[in-house]
């Protein structure tokens, strides 16, 4: 689907009212002219006014590094503006500190969740309260997490480890969290990023029953179809600036995403049909494989499978369904229990990393930010990891060559296109479509036989979604063999030759996109075998 730019300009946000006739008491926030800048020269924050009315939900849309996440951070009091006025149920307020936010009624669901893990729920939903500072009334505070879960119908037991918990549910915790300050402006940041399809529906029940409760909701999001269903109005940033706030009835996807971007975006890629070869050896054999999970249970049962070259293999399946063991064994990074994995014909079921590697195997991480990269390292430092130990980033095996190391990192930054001041920031300062292209760029460069791409394209806009996807594709058409694990059905269908289908840590078929419809599949990811 496409839009001319004659549609485009029908697009017409709604009337904007100047800076001096806002009237603050008419809205549960209302920021007013926001500047906000970072070392470097880099604009997050360009002049932007945003409202949110009272009993709304409001979507906050924008790509990657748009400041989506700097302008609610502002909110919060975690940044300061530059320049700028916020008012709060219609008082100006000055906030240092989230704990002002909080006294003022905001509260703030991180996109990565900043809960301890060895702790239980209730431990963690106490930290930072003042009335459970000194003596603290374990059994009162659980008690009233009880209440609220049960009222919201979160289906959480008090006294368990956050370690325990889906993804879904320590979504809940934070949200928890939130609601026990007694919030009522609640800012959610990504919030279906790592959630199910059936999680991500009983969250958006929770929070249009806030709505009708009375609460205001910003809902940062890059997902146009979640936003064009949950929110009642929209706000589309673009490079820092505030391109217009519309209406879902009065747009669509293409119009959203074209805000956004400021281009057309391919929704669909083509892709050139091929044919498994019958004269060419599989690049990556796995037979009868088993693999234990963090908490020692048995996560891959018995998986077999072969890539070949020119191949992009998709494993579809809900959350938690061994993809991710399966994966780690295949990149070396976790120990199967029994079974085979033969990649080029060699035996690599006990290898190390560092030996995988040297196999021309990239790796590409479900997170990027833990295991994908060292955020306080520099985009160099990051660029080089897996490549430090080899000619000519080395010399003579002992010390590094910076001349050939900022010539090997400046190239990867210009053909990638990875948007950064200089190669000597943190990581830590990039975007997630930025971070991952920064992945991408370290881990594709020198024509890897086999990649990895684990939820390449999980919490990334749809310009980045559409930059990443091309990767891969031209990847598989250089003769690469990919194993693509993605959470994304038409991600899956559209990318992938052919489809295995995993659930409970079995695989339920193989079978080629063109032979199977998305209902067949989601059975298969139900335990329906394929007949």
Partial sequence: MSISEAQAKQVKPETETSSEELDPSKYAVLMVDIVKTFPGGVVANNHITFDLRYGEIHGLLGENGAGKTTLMNILYGL????SGDIYIKGRKVKLHSPKDAIRYGVGLVPQHFKLVEVHTVAENVILG????????????????????????????????????????????????????????ILILDEPTTVLTPQETEQLFKVLRRMKEEGKSIIFIT?????????????????????????TPDKVTKVDLAKMMVGREVLFRISKTKKEI???????????NLNV?????????????????????????????????????AIAGLRKPVSGKIIIK??????????????????????DRIRVGSLPNLSLWENLILRRHRYEPLVKKKLLLNFREIFKFAQERKKE????????????????????????????????????????????????????????L????????????????LDEILQLSDRIAVIHNGEIMGIVRPEEITIEEIGLMMGGALRK
């Fill in 79 to 82: 940044y300061k503006p530059d």
């Fill in 277 to 287: 070869p019958k004269n060419k050896d599989p690049v990556l054999i796995v037979k």
């Fill in 222 to 246: 890059h997902k146009l179809d979640e936003a064009l269903s949950l929110c009642d109005r929209i706000t589309v940033l673009r490079k820092g600036r505030k391109v217009g706030t519309v």
């Fill in 473 to 488: 594709l031209r990847e598989r058409d250089r003769g690469a063999a990919v194993l693509l694990i993605s959470e994304e």
């Fill in 416 to 471: 990638y296109d990875i948007m950064a001041v200089n190669i000597f920031v943190p990581v830590r300062t990039l975007s997630g479509g930025n971070l991952q292209r920064m992945i991408l760029a370290r881990e594709l460069t020198g024509e890897p036989d086999l990649i990895i791409a684990v939820y390449p394209t999980r919490g990334l806009d749809v310009g980045a979604t559409e930059y990443v996807r091309k990767v």
């Fill in 129 to 184: 309260l003042r009335e459970y500072g000194f003596i603290i009334r374990m059994k009162e505070a659980e008690k009233k997490i009880k209440e609220l879960a049960d009222r919201y119908k979160f289906r959480i037991n008090p006294r368990a480890k956050i370690w325990q918990l889906s993804m879904g549910e320590r979504q809940y915790v934070e949200i928890i969290k939130a609601l026990l300050r007694n919030v009522d």
């Fill in 292 to 328: 234990l999970s963090d908490k020692g249970i048995l996560a891959v049962k018995n998986v077999s499978f072969e890539i070949y070259p020119g191949e992009i293999l998709g494993i579809a399946g809900i959350a938690g369904s061994g993809q991710e063991e399966l994966a780690e």
């Fill in 345 to 366: 014909g060699k035996d690599v079921t006990r290898a190390s990393p560092k030996e995988i590697f040297e196999l021309k195997v990239a790796y590409i991480p479900e």
